[in-house]
């Protein structure tokens, strides 16, 4: 099974602020990584594909990079409505696992 | 657009059995691989189980292997969660998603909430 480690665990930054997210996984997956935004109450939702491809109609705020074990993503400019938890997730191969989340406070 | 409702959840004993049900619309059902996920109370997400879109292939975490049954009714536009043997560490919201074999999860249902307790 592939562990992805999400770091750091909380970050708290103020709105204009960049933020960058960190997913390790222990065991090379290409650009099989995806990242997801939760927020209190709701299901999440896909923001980032294939480690660096925005899901239909998130801001461009919003950017992925990395391939192999080490990936980031980025929000450019903090929103207040970006206070949420991001998670990864990957698909290289069988079971699909996800991190353990980052807390974005902003 | 696409709208994904699961159905289904509820208040069980351990040891009883649930059967969840989300119902897709807005996009050719049969086409698309399917995904559960679920999340405990305060905790985080947890792949749960994928099938295919002609259910030639489905995959299952350890945790429920053996134990769950994903299924679906490409007629009916119907994915399914056939779950047996419940201990109160399935206790969760359980989602339904589009995809899984070759994108990520996309989009996700509002959820069903499973509480497994004595």
């Known amino acids: 099974e592939i562990v992805l480690t999400q770091s750091p665990a909380t970050l708290s930054l103020s709105p204009g602020e960049r933020a960058t997210l960190s997913c390790r996984a222990s065991q090379g997956i290409a650009n099989f990584l995806a990242w997801y935004q939760q927020k209190p109450g709701q299901a999440p939702r896909l923001l980032i594909n294939d480690a660096s491809n925005r899901a239909t109609g998130i801001p461009a705020r919003f950017s992925g990079s990395g391939s192999g074990t080490d990936f980031t993503l980025t929000i450019s400019s903090l929103e207040p409505e970006d206070s949420a938890v991001y998670y990864c997730q990957h698909r290289g191969n069988w079971p699909r696992t996800f991190g353990r989340g980052t807390k974005v406070e902003i | 657009e696409v709208h994904l409702v699961e159905s289904g959840g509820g208040f069980v004993q351990p040891g009883g059995s649930l059967r969840l049900s989300c119902a897709a619309s807005?996009?050719?059902?049969?086409?698309?691989?399917m995904t559960w996920v679920r999340q405990a109370p305060g905790k985080g997400l947890e792949w749960v189980s994928s099938i295919s879109g002609g259910s030639a292939s489905s995959y299952y975490a350890d945790s429920v292997r053996g134990r769950f049954t994903i299924s679906r009714d490409n007629s009916k536009n119907t994915l399914h969660l056939q779950m047996n043997s419940l201990g109160v560490e399935d206790t969760a919201v359980y989602y339904c998603a589009k995809g899984g074999y070759d994108n990520g999860f996309d989009p996700w249902g509002q959820g069903t909430l499973v509480t497994v307790s004595s």
């Open positions: 807005g996009f050719i059902f049969s086409n698309y691989a």
